[in-house]
């Protein structure tokens, strides 16, 4: 689970679909109305948020220190303070409705059957946002440009409007929804917001690692309560850190040329193979 | 949009969202909140959204405006 966990959060497939569905073709024992389910997954994220600050250390200094020099002078006068305040403003919309809706959302659409059809439309959605990520490539392209040639017209992260940014938070939300990936669709909202594949995928994981942090922070204290073998879900969560910096780092070189069409391509064939094998009890 | 009434408008809704996250890290509050007890995810999105209006209310403020306190003199 670890694993699977680290691995499929930064993937644009959704690890929440994941977690639901795969136990549940697999026929694992593992119940998540446990009550030992949430600290574990707690772990696992942690895993994953310290996994991105890890990669993006030297970055988060430079946005820490850029946040505070451009609050106390109440204005932005570099890229990384434009950076830390595009981060702050995304990451509001995404905490208020974490805070108030996650809980609600997840009881709604917690059955597998749920996740496999909301996979198979987070495989739409993917190859929807690059349906109109290549009409925008068209109607400003050179003839005969390459994909990398026409990457270099897309902006940098640090460019995105604050509108933008606080839009692209907001989809975070959507990840609330099993089967809905919160790295697919931040990604997806930077390439609508004109940034290039390799900046939306960094501007969407330095979106996640408040969040997801923040979340496993706060209930750190259940882990010592509830009594959970804290020993064996740490190992749980180190594997799942593991996996999620190897996938952070295949993901940012993958899209300096890649596209998001794969991963909704396996969404799409994930969701549907899930929901026969489920429909026929295989 | 500098102008000192949003200033001071995201001033004191920082300040409003200070309170109500102490008041979730209480316990007192209970609006919105799916158990009953002290519920510091509450209190930490309104602590983020306290500061996010005071750095709002910084940027907010017109700068370089000399308040004159004294009347000149003849």
Known sequence: MGVLQGATELFPVSSLGHAVLIPSLLHWSFKQSDPSFLPFLVLLHLGTATALLILYRHEWLAIIRGFFVAAVRGQIQSDTERLAM????????????????ETRIRTLFASPYEAAGLLVMNGVLMLGFEVLRRRAERR????????????????????????????????????????ISRSGVT???????????????????????????????????????????VGEYAAGAVLSGIAAYASARFLLRY??????????????????????????SL | MKSTTTSIGLGVLGIVFLIVAVLYALGVLQFLASTSGPHYKHAVLFTVLAVASFVGANFARPKGTIYVTDRPRR
Not at chain 1, 86 to 101: D, E, K, R
Not at chain 1, 148 to 174: D, P
Not at chain 1, 204 to 215: E, M, N, Y
Not at chain 1, 258 to 279: F, N, Q
Request: a neutral charge; one cysteine or more; proline letters at 5%.
């Open chain 1, 86 to 101: 595009l981060l702050l403003v995304g990451t509001i919309p995404a905490a208020v409705l974490g805070v108030f809706l």
């Open chain 1, 140 to 179: 400003g392209a050179a003839d005969g440009s390459s994909h990398a040639e026409q990457e270099e017209r897309f902006a940098q992260a640090e460019r995105i409007s604050f509108r933008a940014a606080a839009l692209v938070g907001a989809c975070q939300a959507l990840a609330f929804l099993p089967g």
């Open chain 1, 187 to 229: 990604i997806g909202g930077g390439l609508l917001a004109g940034l290039r594949h390799q900046e939306a995928a960094r501007f969407s994981f330095l979106l996640a690692t408040p969040v997801i942090l923040g979340a496993g922070v706060v209930e750190v204290p259940q882990l010592f309560s509830s009594g959970v073998p």
């Open chain 1, 255 to 280: 899209f300096r040329s890649g596209r998001l069409d794969p991963y909704g391509i396996y969404c799409i064939a994930a969701g549907l193979i899930s929901l026969a094998l489920l429909h026929f």
